[in-house]
C-alpha cells in the first residue's frame, strides 16, 4: 500500500523559514519522479518544486532560490526547505511521487500540510 505522509506545516511570520517533509513508503522510492504543489481554496493546485531520479531539481519562477527540494532514497524521504518565505505562499502543501509499475504508470498524493504566512 502506498502512502505518503507529510509533516512541518504551520505558521511562519513573514521572511521566515519552514521545513516540510514527505514520509513515502510502499513503492520503490528511488525509482520515482518527486514533487511538491501547493493549492489555495478556489485556485488550481501549481507545482511548487520538482527532483527526478537522478536529482535534478525544477522551481517556478514564484520560489525560485528561496525553496529548496530533497531526496532522501536511504530513508525514503523528500523534504522542502522554504526561506524568506511571503503570504502568498500560504496554502495546503502536497507531495507527489510518480512512477512506473511495468507498462503502467502511477501517481500518488499526501493528504497535504497547511502552511500560513502571517503577521
Known amino acids: 500500500q502506498v502512502q505518503l505522509v507529510e509533516s512541518g506545516g504551520g505558521l511562519v511570520q513573514p521572511g521566515g523559514s519552514l521545513r516540510l517533509s514527505c514520509a513515502a513508503s510502499?513503492?520503490?522510492?528511488?525509482?520515482?519522479?518527486l514533487s511538491w504543489y501547493r493549492q489555495v481554496p478556489g485556485k488550481e493546485r501549481e507545482l511548487v518544486a520538482d527532483i527526478s531520479i537522478s536529482g535534478a531539481t525544477n522551481y517556478p519562477d514564484s520560489v525560485k532560490g528561496r525553496f529548496s527540494i530533497s531526496r532522501d532514497n536511504f530513508r525514503n524521504a523528500m523534504s522542502l526547505q522554504m526561506n524568506t518565505l511571503k503570504p502568498e505562499d500560504t496554502a495546503v502543501y502536497y507531495c507527489n511521487a510518480r512512477f512506473a509499475l511495468g507498462p503502467v504508470k502511477k501517481e500518488y498524493w499526501g493528504q497535504g500540510t497547511q502552511v500560513t504566512v502571517s503577521s
Open positions: 510502499g513503492f520503490r522510492f528511488s525509482s520515482a519522479a
